[in-house]
């Protein structure tokens, strides 16, 4: 009774989100394209993901994944990833009404985005830090991940949009890390929380990351903030919006200091 329950409600879930992810960014993409071609603006600006570039399980190894890489739909289905089936298809949706209306598009594909935040509510990407300072995170996952700074990923916008050349896709990010490369840092520089320091996969090796490029934005001329910065500045962010409370030793020796 509780598996079937369990299994009704994960598809519920999976339902909503499909409905939330799938038409915003679909529908919301496509009419944006179509009133930047009747406004007859100069460029567009599409924020789409890595989501839309890396998930292919046939992939091999050791192919470089850069901007000429694109999420494998029926892969991203099977699995449920609705996120990333929604971002691959609103991004194909955005090439072909520009391509057909004429508009000049660039897109740029952010990796998890970390750094301060400016709305008041957690997001997926925020969560993926929060999770292994409150305790709700036991282990980690062996999986890799790469990451950018907030900042950065305005930046590259900004370039991509002030640069007269640029075109096509722009992968965002400045490093890959492994979940036990995360929680090393972050450990080190906040002790006082209870980050895991065990892997949830102990049978098999540790996963190694794969060939991202972030050439092609580079060659923009953009410096990226280096990763363990980009934790940094998550993790004091979340405790000045009372989102990661203070722990009370560390907070009464920071008084007496
Ligand atoms: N965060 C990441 O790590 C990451 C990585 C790669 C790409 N991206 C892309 O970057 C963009 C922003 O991501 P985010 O993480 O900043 O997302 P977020 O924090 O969840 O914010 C989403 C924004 O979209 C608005 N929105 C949601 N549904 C909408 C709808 N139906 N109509 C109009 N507005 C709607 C929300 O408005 P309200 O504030 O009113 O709810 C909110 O301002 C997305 O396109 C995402 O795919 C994000």
């Known amino acids: 009774m509780y598996v079937f329950f369990k299994f009704g409600f994960d598809d519920f879930v999976l339902q909503y989100l499909k409905d939330k992810v799938m038409e915003p960014a679909v529908n919301g993409t496509k009419n944006v394209i179509m009133a930047a071609a009747e406004a007859k603006v100069r460029r567009v600006v599409f924020t789409s993901s890595i989501g839309t570039v890396y998930m292919d399980p046939n992939r091999s190894p050791d192919v470089?994944?850069?901007?000429?890489?694109?999420?494998?739909?029926?892969?991203?289905?099977?699995?449920?990833?609705?996120?990333?089936?929604?971002?691959?298809?609103?991004?194909?949706?955005?090439?072909?009404?520009?391509?057909?209306?004429?508009?000049?598009?660039?897109?740029?594909?952010?990796?998890?985005?970390?750094?301060?935040?400016?709305?008041?509510?957690?997001?997926?990407?925020?969560?993926?830090?929060?999770?292994y300072l409150t305790g709700s995170a036991k282990t980690y996952a062996n999986a890799v991940q790469a990451y950018v700074h907030v900042r950065?990923?305005?930046?590259?916008?900004?370039?991509?949009?002030?640069?007269?050349?640029?075109?096509?896709?722009?992968?965002?990010?400045?490093?890959?890390?492994?979940?036990?490369?995360?929680?090393?840092?972050?450990?080190?520089?906040?002790?006082?929380?209870?980050?895991?320091?065990?892997?949830?996969d102990e049978k098999n090796p540790r996963k190694q990351n794969y060939k991202l490029t972030n050439q092609k934005i580079k060659d923009l001329g953009i410096e990226f903030v280096p990763v363990k910065?980009?934790?940094?500045?998550?993790?004091?962010?979340?405790?000045?919006?009372?989102?990661?409370?203070?722990?009370?030793?560390?907070?009464?020796?920071?008084?007496?200091?």
């Open 64 to 131: 470089v994944v850069d901007e000429s890489c694109w999420s494998d739909l029926e892969y991203c289905k099977n699995t449920k990833n609705w996120y990333c089936y929604g971002k691959t298809v609103a991004e194909q949706d955005a090439w072909d009404v520009a391509r057909n209306k004429g508009v000049d598009l660039v897109v740029v594909n952010p990796v998890v985005v970390l750094g301060p935040l400016l709305q008041p509510t957690v997001n997926a990407s925020i969560l993926h830090i929060l999770k």
């Open 152 to 200: 950065d990923v305005a930046v590259a916008h900004i370039l991509v949009f002030e640069t007269p050349s640029a075109s096509g896709r722009y992968i965002c990010f400045e490093k890959m890390l492994h979940r036990g490369e995360v929680v090393e840092i972050l450990a080190k520089f906040f002790p006082e929380y209870p980050i895991p320091t065990k892997c949830s």
């Open 229 to 257: 910065q980009c934790l940094y500045e998550t993790v004091k962010s979340l405790q000045e919006k009372g989102i990661l409370p203070i722990p009370k030793h560390v907070e009464d020796s920071v008084n007496i200091q």
